[in-house]
């Protein structure tokens, strides 16, 4: 089987958004910021299925948010992006199903997911252990130690913003995923951890819609990428 299982987590809080609900559940141009991805993804023909991790709580807004799509039911999150991740694999793992081949990680928070990112992705996962969309950075980026002194600067045009979704082969990120679980550190995305494991990563070439709605004044920007984009 080779199976493509796409894993949506969305059991943030939304912290920094503010608001009165995480974000990913909050209306944008007359839907749920979460039912855009996870409608780009029910659309896409190499996508065999879509799990969404949820935040402790959060059932009756994700039930609103998805009545109507046909989708499993959630998983249930954790504490950290991280965690929750975790838990989504291994809710994956321990499932009925024959494990899936490859999994597509992909944050609730990034609504406008590229049909051509995927293809991209699942194209290069073919000849590496993982893949994920990045863009070249505009600004220069300095590294720094905890007092903010300089240690070095990276040549710009080596440095890519890492998006999501992030594709790996199932049974490789699980591994990464469990080794890395009790580990004092906090890895801020897959790929880092896959890159923890020695795994070989790649990455192809990102979208600028694929921006992760972070901030209050990003739904502005979200609202109108969807009618930009056709979507409201
Ligand atoms: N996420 C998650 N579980 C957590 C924390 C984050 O599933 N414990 C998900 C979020 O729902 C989001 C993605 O990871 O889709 C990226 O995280 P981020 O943008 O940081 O979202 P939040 O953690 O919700 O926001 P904040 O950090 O501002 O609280
Ligand atoms: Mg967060």
Known sequence: MNRTIALVVA?????RAGGHRPKQYVEVAGRPLLCYSLQALL???LVDEIRVVIGHGHEELYASATAGLPLPPPITGGATRQESVRRGLEALAAG???LPRRVLIHDAARPFLPGRVIVDLLT????VDGALPGLAVVDTIKRVDENDMIIDTPPRHLLRAAQTPQAFHFDTILAAHRQVADMAVEFSDDAAIAEHAGLRVKVIDGAPELRKVTYEEDFRWAAETARKL???
């Open 124 to 127: 290069a996962l073919r000849n």
């Open 11 to 15: 059991a943030g809080s939304g912290t």
């Open 43 to 45: 659309a896409h023909p």
């Open 230 to 232: 056709g979507l409201a």
């Open 96 to 98: 009925d199903e024959p």
